[in-house]
């Protein structure tokens, strides 16, 4: 089983910067492919940016530019640095992690998530 511990959500000014931790712990082997997700108000949950275990990065189109996705695989944490935050970018936002939990079985899981509210 693998918990995973959002943090760093909050209120900011439109401009403004926050930057998210998600914390991998639990019984497994490796955590693969890790990443930031988003759910608005009456919206579907969308992928805001992806890392895989070797560092790849992917981003969707709307925060390129603005937000970094990173890791440090020694603390099985993600970050997600935010800048010139956009009321657009309110949401709740969950981490998601693909870990290997056997020889042969791998899992994905989900954090709690984490409120991210910009004000104009």
């Known amino acids: 089983q693998v918990q995973l511990v959002e943090s760093g959500g909050g209120l900011v000014q439109a401009g403004g910067s926050l930057r998210l931790s998600c914390a991998a712990s639990?019984?497994?082997?490796?955590?693969?492919?890790m990443g930031w997700y988003r759910q608005a108000p009456g919206k579907q949950r969308d992928l805001v940016a992806d890392?895989?275990?070797?560092?790849?990065?992917n981003y969707a189109d709307s925060v390129k530019g603005r937000f970094t996705i990173s890791r440090d695989k020694a603390k099985n944490t993600m970050y997600l640095q935010m800048n010139s935050l956009k009321p657009e970018d309110t949401a709740v936002y969950f981490c998601?992690?693909?870990?290997?939990?056997?020889?042969?079985?791998?899992?994905?899981?989900w954090g709690q998530g984490t409120q991210v509210t910009v004000s104009s």
């Open positions: 998601r992690a693909n870990a290997r939990v056997s020889f042969v079985r791998y899992e994905t899981y």
């Open positions: 639990g019984s497994f082997f490796s955590i693969n492919a």
């Open positions: 890392i895989t275990s070797g560092g790849s990065t």
